[in-house]
């Protein structure tokens, strides 16, 4: 079977989505781009490790071995570390979190237990009222230029970048993108797609998935390809 994922849960306060993953042969895959930050969990060769994300403005070749297991938590956009600033994660520049011998995580010299799927919206919970993890209020508004109290544009752009760690133009290419491959994913043809995601016409979308996705719409249209989450 290989790489098989699914989403665990949902959006909920400043959790935009929790994923699980997991290989039972080795794989190759392409990792798609994303705009959240996040927490990384990976189990291999026994051991885990703990990731901090960055957002992503292309897709990554990436391979998984055998027996390995991987779940995230993605935040809802705005949200991130202080200590560990978007804009430095991008494109899997991860900073990795130490952990100790009997499991536990060490971030800002505390201990914290290692979560699972099914519990790793309670560690988020308790980073954020340690003021380890905070949320941007504006975000929401600013993503879509809203005027926010008057606030000058290149104010406002880089509090949206210190917040997410991409300008608002790269996001919102990445989540077009991803939208095209999604919609591919499901079936629907070229020319929808085209008209859908709001290309222009399919020169454009074919250019936009192959440099954001790595991928054609035809290949990914046609399941030639393994996409990650």
């Known amino acids: 079977m290989g790489l098989s994922s ?36 990976a189990r291999i060769g026994g051991r885990w490790a703990v990731h901090v994300r960055g957002p992503a403005t292309r897709a990554t070749p990436m391979s998984c071995p055998s027996d390995s297991e991987y779940f995230g938590v993605d935040f ?18 991860d900073a990795v979190l130490p952990t100790l011998p009997d ?42 230029g809203v005027d926010v109290r008057g606030m000058p544009e290149r104010t406002a752009q880089n509090r949206f970048v210190r917040a997410v760690g991409l300008p608002r133009r790269t996001m919102q290419l990445v989540e077009r993108a991803r939208h ?32 954001l996705i790595g991928h054609t719409p035809a290949e990914v249209a046609r399941g030639q390809v393994v996409l990650g989450l």
Do not use: H
Not at 9 to 25: K, M, Y
Not at 76 to 93: D, K, M
Not at 181 to 199: C, F, M, N, P, Q
């Open 103 to 144: 499991g536990r995580i060490l971030l800002d010299g505390r201990a914290w237990e290692m979560p699972t799927p099914q519990n790793v919206d309670v560690l988020v919970d308790r980073l954020v009222r340690a003021g380890l993890l905070v949320v941007d209020p504006l975000i929401d508004e600013l993503r879509y």
């Open 180 to 211: 095209a491959a999604d919609l591919l994913r499901s079936g629907k043809t070229i020319a929808e797609v085209v008209w859908e995601a709001g290309y222009y016409d399919q020169p454009q979308l074919t250019r936009s998935l192959r440099r």
């Open 76 to 93: 809802r956009l705005g949200a991130y570390f202080p200590g560990f600033p978007p804009s430095r994660l991008v494109n899997l520049q």
């Open 6 to 41: 699914r989403i665990v849960s949902g959006p909920a306060g400043p959790v935009n989505r929790i994923w699980s993953a997991e290989c039972d042969s080795p794989t190759s895959f392409s990792s798609l781009p994303w705009v959240n930050s996040g927490l990384g969990f």
